[in-house]
């Protein structure tokens, strides 16, 4: 079964696909698999699939039905030829970890380690290339992650206040960096260049601030090297939050970003978390801030913080 890419207004001339396929039909479980895969990266990324079918610049349908497991069939040809051949899809297509012998050699010994022992080996490799890995010493730098809504604005100056600390928002950092606000420059540069802006302001922040608690934006975590980056130089505390209070809130501030216009937009939500959820629990501290009203939170946080720290109750 094969769809065709299609480029911004572009039409189809070539027959179409059902949008989603029928309960009786025969979908290959790799296509399956790529589609899920897809479905999850998106998720992470906190983007829309009629955005991610612009950026990527193929229709809407077409990444739909390769989200249901319709994909091209030339994804097939290619696995069928790399079985062949007995490498990965992977190797076939010039994956960056088979580029040498050593890439190979590493991704062998690391293929079959469980998750505890991938996030030893992962702190080490930081250590060693002094790249990333886990703050080294007890970090003053105090960065909140977590998904728009848990509340890391908030309680962030509430702690900075305590502590005597500056409040620095990242958010407000990138839009000084760009001269225009987040959603412009994801607008008008797309968010590659976004990505490009959070990590200098990240690093910039990281220079300036050697004491600091740190509000970052939701969808750091997606970029492995700003998220590197902040866990080997700041304390970092993951606020959760339920996905019914992440909404609430965040309709009550007036940003549905990404959600603006979903009909399905707590569904969307939890997407998202499901998908950033690896990785904001990287953090050294969780706290839940569903669980408890705000002066609770914010004493179990000035507790957490203050205990790690080693300051005065």
């Known amino acids: 079964m094969s769809s065709t890419i299609l ?20 979908k290959h479980p ?24 612009v950026a990527a610049q193929v229709s809407e349908r077409h990444l739909a039905n390769m989200e249901y497991g319709l994909g091209n069939a030339s994804v097939l040809v290619l696995l069928q ?52 890995g886990m703050a080294q010493e007890r970090s003053t730098r105090i960065a909140l992650v977590g998904l728009r809504g848990a509340g890391k604005s908030t309680l962030g100056r509430m702690l900075a206040e305590d502590l005597g600390y500056s409040f620095v928002e990242l958010g407000r950092e990138i839009e000084k960096f760009a001269g225009c606000s987040v959603a412009e ?28 608690v740190i509000a970052t934006p939701g969808g750091l975590v997606s970029d492995p090297a700003s998220f590197n980056l902040l866990l080997a130089h700041c304390t970092t505390v993951w606020l959760q939050a339920d996905p019914v209070d992440h909404l609430r809130r965040v309709t009550a501030q007036g940003d549905m970003r990404p959600m603006a216009a979903s009909k399905e937009a707590l569904q ?27 002066e609770a939170t914010f004493s179990l946080l000035r507790s957490t913080v203050r205990g790690y720290l080693e300051l005065a109750p």
Request: with cysteine; net charge negative.
């Open 7 to 26: 480029h911004p207004n572009q039409k189809n001339t070539t027959p179409t696909i059902q949008d989603t396929p029928s309960e009786d039909e025969d």
């Open 30 to 53: 790799y296509l399956v698999g790529l589609g899920q895969r897809v479905g999850a990266l998106r998720a992470r990324r906190g983007m829309t699939r009629k955005a991610l079918a």
């Open 81 to 132: 030829v790399a079985k062949a051949l007995q490498c990965t899809l992977a190797e076939l297509l010039g994956d960056v970890s088979t580029s040498s012998p050593d890439w190979l050699m590493i991704r062998e010994m690391l293929e079959q380690c469980d998750a505890p022992t991938l996030h030893r080996v992962r702190i080490a490799i930081g250590e060693m290339l002094g790249t990333g």
């Open 185 to 212: 420059i994801q607008a008008l540069y797309g968010i590659n260049a976004y990505r490009r802006y959070e990590r200098r302001a990240l690093e910039e922040c990281i220079q300036i601030y050697p004491e600091a």
């Open 268 to 294: 969307d939500l939890k997407n998202i978390l499901d998908g950033r959820q690896p990785f904001y629990s990287k953090a050294q501290f969780a706290i839940n801030t569903s669980a408890q009203d705000e």
